[in-house]
């Protein structure tokens, strides 16, 4: 709900697996919360605002409004500020 990501920014910030980031990208994709774009080596995620269902948006909208303020998130988005895009190898460095 930030900014558009890679898959290792997003390990970055939530302290998960590629497989794990991977697979829920996957999932809300497919559910049409999220859309992604190539571009170099990065495949990049972001909110689908304008392809989403209007009752998609409103909850995404609730969702956020409910996040206000929780802890784990502001925690979330601190990791997601110094996340970097750093490519194939970031597999390797997260997957520890």
């Known amino acids: 709900m ?5 898959v290792c920014e997003i390990m970055q910030a939530l302290g998960i697996s590629q497989t794990r980031a991977s697979r829920n990208l996957g999932i809300l ?3 049409g919360f999220i ?3 190539r571009d170099g080596l990065w495949s990049l995620y972001s909110i689908d605002k ?3 269902k209007k009752n998609f948006s409103e909850l995404v909208e609730v969702v956020g409004k409910a ?3 929780n802890e784990v998130v502001s925690l979330d988005r601190e990791r ?3 996340a970097e895009r750093v ?3 970031c597999v390797r460095k997260m997957g520890r």
Do not use: F
């Open 2 to 6: 930030e900014r558009e990501c890679c």
């Open 29 to 31: 994709k497919d559910a």
């Open 35 to 37: 859309k992604s774009r």
């Open 50 to 52: 304008e392809g989403m």
């Open 67 to 69: 996040l206000e303020g």
């Open 80 to 82: 997601l500020q110094r």
């Open 87 to 89: 490519g194939p190898s």
